[in-house]
């Protein structure tokens, strides 16, 4: 278990991300085809059995789609409030922060019987300033609403102006939640992870897995790629992306079979571990097994030698 920043709040290294519960209920949603109620449960219930003791969902996945999905299936799966941690996020585009308070009773409502435990903004593009927002996270945090704040996408500087505003009224920032993966280290360059550190904030990397290639099997089978929607458009995606990560992916293969696991599960054990405890994980899931891959992720460590190796290739992608 690690602390959540300097809250109160206590989470295993890796958590599920339940974007793919949005039903295809809004644009976001249609990132994702929609999961039959039976597998969304099956997935929730094999993320607790596996160690999972917390998820994260948002008001945009499906207008609130998910956190209903969620929360039901977390019902189904016997998880008492209180033994479980969920997060959502206060989307800000078009809203003022006023509509923070406004909105926070249907997040509870659709949640219910399950506290939002952290709430976070989920991009830095709302009509109001960072320190407004936080003013109204400040709010439902005295009133007892929410037990941790949480920011996402937020570069270093609004990161900061958050802590400092949160900081006024003796309440930590919890996180900032940032897509990290091996193919996309830009959080180490750009000040986001160093001020993290000195801060006291954890980093929740979402696409740990970069949307699939760490997995190879779209190196080893690249007829998969004629389904994969609008992950097409990314350049990870195209030809020379794939060749791009080759030596990285390979890597991964090769140390797998050292440590009797898969490439995904190399992968996420060198986020969660390579930077200490500052850094946790919430991978997607869509099928049983990528439950399984998830949770099994926490089952050994990387040794300092194997984690400087995958850093140095890793590295080696970015430039």
């Not at 704040?149 to 270093?156: E, K, R, T």
């Amino acid at each position: 278990m690690r602390q959540l920043g300097k809250s109160s709040v206590n989470i295993t290294s890796v958590g599920l991300g339940c974007w793919q519960f949005s039903k295809q209920k809004n644009m976001a949603g249609k990132f994702w085809p929609v999961l039959d109620d039976n597998l969304i449960d099956n997935v929730v219930s094999l993320s607790l059995e596996g160690g999972i003791n917390w998820f994260d969902t948002a008001e945009v996945y499906g207008n609130g789609a998910s956190e209903k999905a969620l929360s039901s299936a977390l019902i189904k799966a016997g998880a008492k409030p209180g033994d479980v941690v969920t997060a959502t996020k206060w989307w800000p585009a078009m809203r003022f922060a006023s509509n923070i308070d406004k909105t926070i009773e249907t997040r509870i409502k659709l949640l219910e019987p399950y506290p939002v435990d952290l709430y976070q903004i989920h991009q830095p593009f709302g009509f109001s300033s960072v320190e407004k927002e936080m003013e109204a996270m400040i709010g439902l945090y005295n009133r007892g609403l929410i037990k941790a704040v949480g920011v996402s996408n937020f570069n270093a500087s609004r990161m900061k102006r958050a802590f400092e505003e949160l900081k006024k009224a003796g309440i930590p920032l919890a996180s900032n939640q940032v897509r990290y993966s091996l193919l996309d280290r830009t959080i180490e360059s750009n000040g986001v992870l160093q001020m993290a550190k000195e801060l006291g904030i954890t980093i929740i990397a979402y696409s740990p897995l970069a949307q699939g290639i760490l997995t190879g099997k779209f190196h080893d089978d690249p007829g998969l790629l004629k389904n994969i929607g609008f992950r097409k458009y990314s350049s990870y995606f195209k030809p020379s992306g794939l060749e791009k990560s080759r030596p990285l992916v390979n890597l991964l293969k090769e140390l797998s079979a050292k440590y009797n696991v898969t490439p995904s599960q190399i992968a996420l054990n060198w986020l969660i571990n390579y930077h200490g405890n500052n850094i946790v994980v919430i991978p997607g899931a869509t099928k049983e097994s990528h439950v399984r891959e998830n949770t099994g992720a926490m089952s050994f460590l990387l040794t300092d030698e194997d984690m400087l190796r995958i850093d140095r290739e890793s590295a080696a992608f970015q430039v």
